[in-house]
């Protein structure tokens, strides 16, 4: 009876601490996983306690695109050595990728890496950038002043920093950062991006255009970019070049909806009512609730007489904007006659 008992309690600490020593289970043979996740599982199944060989598949699992498979081979990889950084890192970038992301725990991962390794300068930059999607601008400019002493970080650290004082509304330091990342690299496409919308604002054209057409010539298939140079088209008013390259940005990127929506507002000011129509309904494909394209379609339907779909659209927009001015004034025209 003892050695029945015994062999009762040794099955249960080995089915205890089988799914923890192994990890994840999976075979090298399941065609269901890419053909680099099945080699690297190969590799764990004949060493399971090697957190390296977890590391590896979990990486492979985030360029794949598939973030909790990743998660869970990180943890293991943490599991097996809570020592490691990068470990720490790589799950905190998880995180961040997931559309529901937690940020009680990508905080933990990323302070917690730069606890085991204080220098550890991708740590540092992804918590500057964490903290400022979070708007906390005094943590992330600390740790952006730190970046910005270190050569290989210095150009991008800059202009996250103006990123953080456009944010708060401070333009004339933002561009004067932006200045200085230019200085650094004046092949820094954020930095020669950002300077192209600081002289839009300007509306310092001839200027702005200069540095579009670089973005351009920097990323031709940047949607940004190419969008950025037909909005300065559009404000010089040189239209047929805006369309076009609007009709380009949407070539690279079919959602990009300001690019509908400007060609909308070009077509409606050129009569060109029922196009302009169309592109509003493309718009609302994308997000049935934007309500620009809903008081740009009013305004089409009002400028063709049909006025009874014109109030419907306006009204719609009021609904969801009531400050909109076109679809306020639109209504209010409709009323008085």
Not at 5 to 27: A, M, Y
Not at 51 to 69: A, H
Request: glycine share 2%; charged share 25%.
């Amino acid at each position: 009876m003892k050695k029945i008992g015994i062999s009762i309690i040794l099955l249960l600490v080995f089915s205890c601490h089988s799914p923890q020593d192994s990890g994840r289970f999976i075979s090298e043979t399941d065609t269901t996983y890419s053909a680099d996740v099945r080699s690297i599982s190969a590799k764990i199944n004949s060493q399971p306690q090697d957190p390296e060989l977890f590391y590896r598949r979990g990486n492979t699992f985030y360029f794949e695109g598939k973030f909790q498979d990743a998660e869970i081979d990180f943890y293991h990889a943490i599991e097996l050595n809570p020592k490691q950084a990068l470990y720490h890192l790589k799950i905190a970038e998880c995180f961040i990728s997931m559309d529901s992301a937690d940020s009680k725990k990508t905080l933990y991962h990323l302070l917690k890496a730069l606890e085991i390794k204080p220098d550890f300068t991708e740590a540092k930059s992804l918590l500057a950038k964490f903290y400022l999607a979070r708007q906390q601008y005094k943590e992330s400019m600390i740790l952006y002043e730190e970046l910005c002493g270190i050569l290989e970080y210095q150009d991008n650290a800059f202009v996250m920093m103006s990123l953080a004082y456009k944010e708060q509304k401070d333009s004339m330091a933002a561009e004067a950062i932006i200045d200085k990342a230019l200085a650094i690299n004046p092949e820094n496409f954020d930095a020669v991006m950002q300077k192209t919308l600081f002289l839009i604002a300007k509306n310092k054209l001839s200027l702005a255009m200069q540095w579009a057409q670089k973005a351009v010539r920097m990323n031709e298939y940047s949607d940004e970019a190419n969008y950025t140079l037909g909005l300065v088209f559009q404000k010089q008013n040189r239209f047929a070049d805006a369309l076009s390259n609007y009709l380009r940005v949407l070539k690279i990127n079919p959602n990009f909806i300001l690019a509908y929506y400007n060609s909308a507002v070009i077509e409606s000011s050129f009569e060109n009512f029922l196009v302009g129509i169309e592109w509003c309904d493309k718009m609302l494909v994308l997000d049935p609730n934007y309500a620009n394209a809903m008081a740009v379609k009013g305004y089409c339907y009002e400028k063709l007489g049909n006025k009874k779909e014109a109030l419907v659209f306006y009204k719609q927009a009021i609904a969801i904007d009531s400050n909109l001015i076109l679809a306020r004034e639109g209504l209010n025209a409709i009323k008085e006659h």
